[in-house]
């Protein structure tokens, strides 16, 4: 079959890789008919992190389930599946807790599992014709059956509930106010999720056009962040600070600094914005302290932040990856019951050998570029 593997920075090649087989009686073999590419992906594609020539990426994954294992009960061949992003074994504590990015059982090293990603487990990428799907009972949310809604519910794997999470993790109540920096797919999402849960303001900080215009055309106020300090922006359009603030845009904020010696800009802008008591939610990535990085503070994650000022607010402050199987049910339904329409951040859908040049597009974030997905 063909897959896309990373050969090195900013080099990713479609190639030919044995279709996978199943390797327990928990597996399935998921026939993809869509995956897509994400910002965490970039963190790999541009060499920032230990990933090994080699991986075939994809954690953003769907399609029709084709071979099962034998202890396999609550799936048929040909149903239709989406798979969170992260690999749980639904029985470790965490996993009980609903904290399935945290799953013990597949990776008891820190924290939790993914498809095709650097130091989350043996689990190949779906950006490929097959996927093995390991736990799968578990690991797969069922779909309606057909083609309807196929560029929504790709978005269940990842996106859309990272940016619900981001919201959560802000502690945010319906009627408040909420800056969300980052107009990338998880910013809009997240700038989304906060409309639909009945937000009175929300704010995305970016600068890049074509997603300040999305955010915008969703019911969002845009700030581009290059035609003046954004906080003060933001406090002149609201009458004030607002109550929660997303950061949706991650360690490679760093444009502006962001090193153990420079504080990250988004994180000191959001300790600035968000009124005293208010909430923190981080979504975006920062890396682990891998001792194979590159020698980079930000890239072996350490970041530096007014803590005093944060201490002074009496802010709270919540991260991590997003427990996706806490969501994606519920946010399945807003689909099918046509009370949320997130594909509208797609804005190109291609084939697998199309997903090269792809990758080179959304990284330098030209000629529109803001969700790719892929049908293999
Ligand atoms: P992206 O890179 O497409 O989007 C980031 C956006 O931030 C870009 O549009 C960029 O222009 C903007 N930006 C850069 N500097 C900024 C600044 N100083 N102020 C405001 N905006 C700025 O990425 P994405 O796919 O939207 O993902 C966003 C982050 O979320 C990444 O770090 C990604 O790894 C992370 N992520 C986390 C989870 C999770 O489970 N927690 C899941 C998916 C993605
Ligand atoms: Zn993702």
Redesign the pocket.
């Known amino acids: 079959m063909k897959a896309l593997n990373y050969k090195g920075p900013f080099q990713v090649k479609v190639e030919e890789v044995d279709r996978p087989r199943l390797e327990h009686p928990d597996d399935i073999i998921v026939k993809v008919t869509t995956a897509a590419i994400?910002?965490?992906d970039?963190?790999m594609y541009e060499g920032r992190t230990a990933a090994e020539p080699g991986i075939t990426f994809g954690h953003e994954n769907m399609g029709v389930v084709e071979e099962l294992g034998s202890g396999v009960t609550l799936l048929q061949k040909g149903d239709r599946v989406v798979m969170p992003f992260n690999v749980a074994d639904g029985r470790c504590r965490n996993c009980e807790e609903g904290r399935t990015?945290f799953c013990t059982g597949v990776n008891p090293g820190f924290a939790g599992g993914a498809y095709g990603y650097v130091a989350m487990g043996p689990y190949r990428g779906g950006q490929a014709q097959y996927i093995r799907v390991p736990y799968a009972d578990f690991n797969a949310l069922k779909l309606p059956s057909g083609k309807e809604h196929e560029a929504d519910f790709i978005l269940l794997a990842?996106?859309f509930p990272?940016g619900w999470?981001g919201v959560e993790l802000s502690g945010f109540r319906p009627g408040e106010s909420i800056a969300v920096?980052?107009?990338?797919?998880?910013?809009l999402m997240a700038a989304y999720s906060a409309i639909l849960r009945g937000a009175s303001r929300v704010f995305v900080?970016?600068?890049?056009p074509e997603?300040l215009q999305a955010a915008e055309k969703i019911g969002c106020i845009p700030v581009d962040?290059t035609k003046g300090d954004?906080v003060d922006q933001i406090i002149d359009k609201n009458g004030g600070m607002v109550d929660r603030s997303v950061d949706?845009?991650?360690y490679?904020?760093v444009?502006?600094g962001g090193s153990s010696e420079q504080p990250n800009?988004?994180l000191e802008n959001m300790i600035r914005v968000t009124r005293a008591c208010g909430g923190l939610g981080i979504?975006?990535?920062y890396v682990p302290s891998d001792p194979g990085a590159p020698d980079d503070a930000s890239a072996k994650g350490m970041i530096s932040l007014s803590f005093g000022k944060l201490f002074e607010k009496g802010l709270s402050l919540a991260t991590?990856?997003?427990n996706v199987k806490k969501y994606n049910r519920y946010l399945r339904d807003l689909i099918i019951s046509g009370k949320a329409k997130p594909s509208f951040v797609v804005s190109h859908e291609i084939g697998l050998d199309d997903a090269e040049a792809a990758y080179d597009k959304f990284d330098r974030?030209v000629d529109g570029y803001t969700k790719v997905i892929i049908h293999p």
């Open positions: 994400c910002g965490s970039l963190h990015a990842d996106i990272t999470h920096f980052g107009a990338g797919p998880v910013g900080i970016d600068r890049v997603r962040f954004a949706a845009v991650g490679q904020a444009d502006k800009v988004v979504p975006g990535l991590g990856q997003c974030r």
